[in-house]
């Protein structure tokens, strides 16, 4: 009982997901359908078409040796196939491109909603396991799309053509042999909860083993420097074996559907050859309704057939649909507040009040602890401290990628949490800790800094990050695209891309978190120096581990294990011999005379 329950809601939830495919994509496609559907018939009307004339051809031609109706029937049922032959080029043409169409519309749309989601999302799920399951899912509601208008309408419409050809020519022997429609329907309903769990089971170890081959791509380097072949052959056998179990599963499943159908559909037709022959051989009934019933019956197996297992294949890309719609419904985190305004900048002063976060709301583990920052209108702030400080988190907040427990930023007298994201962001120039590059050629990932930008503004740019001359070494110069180089640029050389786009984008807050950290001292000199010059006059914010590169900073924030522990100017910290500043700049000294010497 409460087995069939919970069968009964999830046929209703599979009903649902349908329904809501169905009512977004509708309307966009009316006309279409209705081609298809004019189409569809008239594959399904010449499909029957011979069933029925098999009555004329036994009736007339056989029995009363009529050549005309021969000639005529032999001319219809030649038609028949040429007009079948053409609608079904017509159908298969309309609804393929309604697929394709469709497909491309939820790739679309996936890719907007990521866009959209927040950087707290992307931390909680790998990337390349993301891709592996949105691939997937896109791919199963292709065929879903494919089977559920192909299938189901082009067969569920010859069935009933062949029922009608059935029902005229005997009804009554119809409707016994149709019982049997039911109960291979019920049948059914079986196999289609397992299906269910055995295809997200199957979607999420296939995510996986795309994901660990995409991880291991990317970090070849560190695969081989620690022989982690062996290690990594051995989970990937797992995983597979995982993912053949499954599809395994899977087949079983679809092929288990098969015997009971065919049993039952034999029973049916076995059924009207002994009755049908019966009242033709001894209640004198004319040949011509039994073959013509018969035929019928026979050409309506099939798409009864593969529509009482349609439900079962149908089911596993139901779930792709509904792992998508779950995608689709992951709330935006952080998006703008309904009456949100415009961030009005005037000096760029940022305050950041009484902040206390945690990642993922978790309350045990407080990142920041009642953290009041002030980083004053266009001079320089930096943030200094220990590894795992909250550095790059408060940076992280200051730019709204994640809601702040207690606490506000405000800019200029504004809350940035009443603002929308966009103009709090078109305000900022940042360079991120890690320098990130994107599909393109390396002119489109400086432009990237200010779209609409022309050519001589990114050369421009891309000199003030030292970057100009490397790339004019590149094979295409600045048209080289970024995949093309794959692996080929060195760190500091992708950080002063980076820089160079920051620098283009000419925003009048500037967030340098480890800008230069990848660079050798001799380039870190000159980009620090273009940088300290497009610093005048804007609030920045640095993160530095070398402290060499931030004693000018107006303001020196230490933070360490969450909390603003010292502040001051240069001078002022160092002069504090027992706190953390002096003790890193001791070794922080050390470390710039040792280079200095190896000069
Ligand atoms: N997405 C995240 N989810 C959970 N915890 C995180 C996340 N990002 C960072 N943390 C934790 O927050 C703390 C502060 O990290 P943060 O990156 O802000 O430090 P940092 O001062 O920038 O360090 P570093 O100097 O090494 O860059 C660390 O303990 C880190 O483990
Ligand atoms: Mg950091």
């Known amino acids: 009982m409460a087995d069939n329950q919970k069968n009964s809601i999830q046929s209703d939830e599979s009903l649902a997901i349908l329904k809501r495919v169905l ?47 021969a000639y005529s029937i032999s001319f219809a049922i030649f038609l028949a196939f040429t007009v079948r032959g053409l609608a079904t080029y017509g159908y298969m043409y309309v609804l393929g491109k309604i697929s394709n169409n469709m497909v491309a519309r939820y790739q679309k749309r996936v890719y907007a909603h990521l866009l959209n989601l927040g950087v707290g999302f992307y931390k909680e799920n790998r990337s390349a396991y993301l891709v592996g399951q949105i691939n997937q899912n896109i791919a199963g509601m292709r065929e879903m799309l494919n089977q559920f208008i192909t299938v189901f309408a082009r067969d569920l419409l010859t069935l009933i053509a062949m029922i ?23 049948v059914m309903s079986r196999y289609v909860r397992k299906v269910r769990r055995v295809a997200r089971e199957a979607v999420n170890i296939n995510a996986r083993v795309t994901s660990s081959i995409v991880e291991t791509t990317q970090g070849i380097e560190v695969v081989k420097s620690f022989t982690m072949e062996e290690a990594l052959n051995g989970n990937m056998e797992k995983m597979t074996k995982e993912v053949e179990t499954q599809a395994n599963h899977i087949v079983r499943l679809n092929a288990k559907t098969k015997p009971p159908t065919e049993i039952l559909a034999g029973l049916a037709i076995a059924g009207v050859v002994a009755y049908g022959g019966y009242r033709v051989a001894e209640l004198g009934h004319s040949p011509g309704g039994l073959f013509s019933f018969l035929v019928a019956a026979m050409l309506a197996y099939d798409p009864a057939r593969k529509l009482a297992s349609f439900r079962v294949s149908f089911e596993s890309s139901l779930v792709n649909a509904r792992m998508l719609y779950e995608l689709l419904d992951t709330p935006e985190r952080q998006a703008d507040k309904k009456d949100a305004k415009s961030l009005e900048l005037s000096k760029g002063k940022i305050d950041f009040k009484d902040i206390t976060f945690s990642y993922n709301g978790d309350e045990n583990i407080r990142v920041l602890r009642d953290v009041s920052i002030v980083a004053r209108a266009g001079k320089t702030t930096a943030l200094v401290g220990p590894s795992g400080g909250g550095k790059s988190t408060l940076i992280a907040l200051l730019q709204r990628f994640h809601d702040i427990n207690k606490g506000s930023i405000e800019i200029d007298g504004q ?66 695209s970024v995949a093309e180089l794959g692996g080929n640029l060195s760190g500091g050389q992708r950080q002063r891309i980076s820089i160079a786009r920051a620098i283009l984008r000419d925003a009048p807050i500037l967030i340098l978190d480890e800008a230069t950290s990848a660079l050798d001292n001799e380039s870190e000199k000159l980009v620090q120096k273009a940088l300290e010059q497009l610093m005048k006059g804007r609030t920045t914010i640095v993160v530095a581990h070398r402290l060499s590169t931030i004693r000018h900073a107006d303001n020196i924030v230490v933070i360490d294990e969450g909390r603003v522990v010292e502040q001051g100017s240069h001078d002022k910290l160092v002069k504090k011999k027992t706190g953390i500043y002096s003790k890193l700049y001791a070794i922080g000294t050390a470390t710039a005379e040792l280079k200095d010497a190896e000069i």
């Open 415 to 480: 809350n940035i949490a009443d603002v929308t994201a966009k103009s709090l962001r078109s305000n900022i120039a940042y360079v991120s800790q890690q320098p990130m590059l994107f599909e393109g050629t390396i002119m489109d990932n400086i432009r990237y800094g200010r779209p609409g930008a022309d050519d001589e503004a990114v050369f421009d740019a891309a000199k003030k990050a030292q970057a100009h001359g490397f790339i004019l070494d590149q094979s295409h110069g600045y048209d080289t």
């Open 23 to 69: 009512s977004e994509n509708w309307q966009n496609y009316t006309w279409q359908y209705a081609q298809a559907f004019v189409l569809l018939v008239a594959v399904s009307a010449s499909t029957a078409f011979p069933a029925w004339a098999i009555y004329n051809i036994v009736e007339d031609v056989f029995m009363r040796q009529d050549l005309d109706v």
């Open 164 to 186: 009608a050809v059935m029902v005229i020519r005997d009804p009554f022997m119809s409707l016994s042999s149709l019982m049997v429609l039911p109960i291979i329907y019920l």
